[in-house]
Structures are given as structure tokens and as C-alpha cells.
């Protein structure tokens, strides 16, 4: 199975997707239009949750970063000076340093991805939506700003009047995606941010001409009429689609099953189930129901 992810919703529903199917058979295309540089070292928020939810390492009350990790060289560089705009995790840093090695030397981010993957011990394939930088950009009254810089350093707070995903249009999907689109029956859009995580990776050249002809099952991120978490729906707005249910699947297009939450109001055809994933047994849950669905929908 091919997941899409980003770097919350989704590595949720693969806390539970990862009991239940063969890591071989497995693979997660991530979106990469939140990295950035960072002390030196390039950080790729996404991938890292996503890899970090495989190897049992990450942090599950944010989200983002290695459970338990420290802060010690994060707050020394603050103390001498430096303006570190995310809170770096020491162990979180090193996997960061190995990857910009790796990278300073050309090798590509997909390949260091799998080098990472390999030294944690994680079997499912995790990929790079592309080699190429694709960066989002924020328009707000208070300037045109990198994602991590609204988010983070603004809290999200500024007014959004459009999102933008700088170099996309020349960027080239990573083979190895390409390779699962002509493999993989199903394609499984996990509940993200359909703007800034979904959006980047269906909006790369050939995605969605090669959907086409896959089951494509989308969970929503919305529970009721609010995302869970995130700036969702202030770039739904932005995207002038209504941030619901029905702006997600105007957003995502190409869908055979749409699973929705059992509280949404959405009217259109889909299926019901509870999506909120807040332990480990809820994820698994979900995950099972879903891959019922899924095999329902192959069969049927
Ligand atoms: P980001 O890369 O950190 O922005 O993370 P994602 O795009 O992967 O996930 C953010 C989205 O996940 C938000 O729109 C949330 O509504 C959604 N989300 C978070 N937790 C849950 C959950 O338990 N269930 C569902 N259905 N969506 C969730
Ligand atoms: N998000 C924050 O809101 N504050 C942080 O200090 C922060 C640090 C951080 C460090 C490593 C990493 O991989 C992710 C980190 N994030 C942080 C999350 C990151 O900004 C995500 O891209 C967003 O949460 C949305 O995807």
C-alpha cells in the first residue's frame, strides 16, 4: 500500500497501519515542502515524524521530535547567541547532522532518507515526495514568509492571503514514487493538511494524471467541522474553499472512497467512521476499519 503523507495526521493512522501490514508492503511518500536549513544542518520536519512513528521514537504528545530527547545544544547556541527558530532535540540534531553530511556530499535526500530508515531499523519504505527543493511560502499582511516562520516563529497567527509552493513547478516526483504509482492498486491519503502537505505532493508534474486509474481512499483531517490540529483551515479559506469537510475533497480531487468522521456534516458520498486518533488504540482501530474498507472496495 502507498500512503501520502505530512507530519501529524497521518503518521497517526501509521502508528495503527504499521501493526497491521507487512512493512515490505508498506511505503509512504511524505511531503518535503516544510524543510529548511537550520545551525547548519537540513531538517526535514515530515520525514523525520514519519520515520521517527515507524522506529517507535517519536514524540507523541507533539508530534514532531525524538520522545524524551534533550535540548541541551539548542539552549547552549541560544545562550551564545544564536537564534535557533525551532527548538532542536539533541538526538533529533544528530539525525539531522547525518542527513546534511550525507546531502553536502550529493547524495540525495531520498537516499539519505533510506541510509536514516536503515540505521533505525525501519523496513517500511519512507520517500521524499521529491529530490528537488520545494519550499511553501506564506503571503500574510505582515510579508511573504517561509511555513516554519509563520507557524512557528508567528504561532500561525498572522491572516493568510494565499499559499505558494516555491520551485514545485520544476520539480520532478522521486523515482522510486513513480515506480509505486505503476505498482500500487491503492493509494491511501492520510488525514493531512490538504493544503500544505497533501497539496505540494498531488500537485507535483504527473501525480495526478497517474491517480487516474487507482483506488485513491482519503481520510479526512477534519473531525466535525475543525481540523484537529493546525493551520488547515486558515489555508483552505486562503485556497477559497470552505474548511470542511467538502473543501477537503474539493481540494484533493481525485477520490473513489472518502472517509469522513462520524460527527461531519459532509452531505456528498462517503463513508462514516470515527478518524480521531488520540492513543495508539484508537490509531489501531482506525487503521483496522480502514483497511476493511479498503479491501472492500478492491473486492467490491
Ligand atoms: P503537519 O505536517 O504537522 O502539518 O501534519 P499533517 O498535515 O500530517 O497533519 C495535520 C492535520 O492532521 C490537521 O489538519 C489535523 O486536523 C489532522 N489530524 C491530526 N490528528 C488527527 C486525528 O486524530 N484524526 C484525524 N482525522 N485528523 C487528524
Ligand atoms: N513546531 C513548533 O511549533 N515549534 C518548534 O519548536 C518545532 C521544532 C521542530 C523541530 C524539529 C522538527 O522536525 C519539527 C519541529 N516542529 C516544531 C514542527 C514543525 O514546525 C512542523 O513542520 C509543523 O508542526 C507543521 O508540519
Known amino acids: 500500500m502507498l500512503v501520502l503523507s505530512g507530519g501529524t495526521g497521518t503518521p497517526k493512522l501509521l502508528r495503527g497501519l504499521k501493526e497491521l501490514v507487512k512493512p515490505s508492503d508498506l511505503s509512504v511518500v511524505v511531503n518535503t515542502a516544510e524543510d529548511l536549513w537550520i545551525s547548519g544542518n537540513y531538517i526535514s520536519p515530515d520525514i523525520d515524524s514519519v520515520v521517527y512513528t515507524m522506529a517507535d521514537l517519536i514524540d507523541e504528545k507533539r508530534w514532531w521530535g525524538i520522545r524524551g530527547d534533550r535540548s541541551h545544544t539548542h539552549d547552549f547556541l541560544i545562550m551564545l547567541g544564536m537564534d535557533e527558530k525551532l527548538l532542536v532535540g539533541d538526538q533529533d540534531r544528530a539525525v539531522h547532522i547525518f542527513r546534511s553530511n550525507l546531502l553536502r556530499k550529493g547524495v540525495k535526500l531520498s537516499l539519505a532518507t533510506e541510509a536514516i530508515c536503515h540505521a533505525l531499523d525501519v523496513k517500511q519504505r519512507v520517500i521524499p515526495m521529491t529530490d528537488d527543493i520545494v519550499s ?6 505582515e510579508g511573504v514568509m517561509h511555513f516554519q516562520d509563520f507557524w512557528v516563529s508567528l504561532r500561525g497567527r498572522p491572516a493568510v492571503r494565499s499559499v505558494m509552493f516555491a520551485g514545485l513547478d520544476s520539480a520532478i ?7 509505486l504509482l505503476e505498482k500500487e492498486d491503492t493509494v491511501l491519503i492520510g488525514p493531512s493538511n490538504p493544503v500544505t502537505s ?3 505532493i498531488l500537485a507535483l508534474p504527473g501525480v495526478r494524471d497517474r491517480l487516474r486509474d487507482k483506488n485513491v481512499v482519503a481520510v479526512s483531517p477534519f473531525i466535525g467541522n475543525a481540523p484537529v490540529s493546525g493551520p488547515a483551515a486558515k489555508f483552505m479559506a486562503a485556497c477559497h474553499v470552505p474548511a470542511d469537510d467538502n473543501g477537503v475533497r474539493k481540494l484533493l480531487g481525485k477520490v473513489d472512497l472518502f ?42
Open 136 to 141: 511553501t511560502v506564506i503571503s500574510t499582511p
Open 259 to 300: 472517509v469522513v468522521d462520524r460527527r461531519s456534516r459532509y452531505k456528498g458520498e462517503c463513508r462514516r467512521m470515527s478518524t480521531l486518533m488520540r492513543t495508539k488504540r484508537e490509531s489501531r482501530k482506525v487503521a483496522e476499519k480502514l483497511m476493511a474498507l479498503i479491501e472492500e472496495s478492491n473486492t467490491g
Open 173 to 179: 516526483p522521486c523515482q522510486s514514487f513513480l515506480d
Open 198 to 200: 497533501i497539496g505540494p
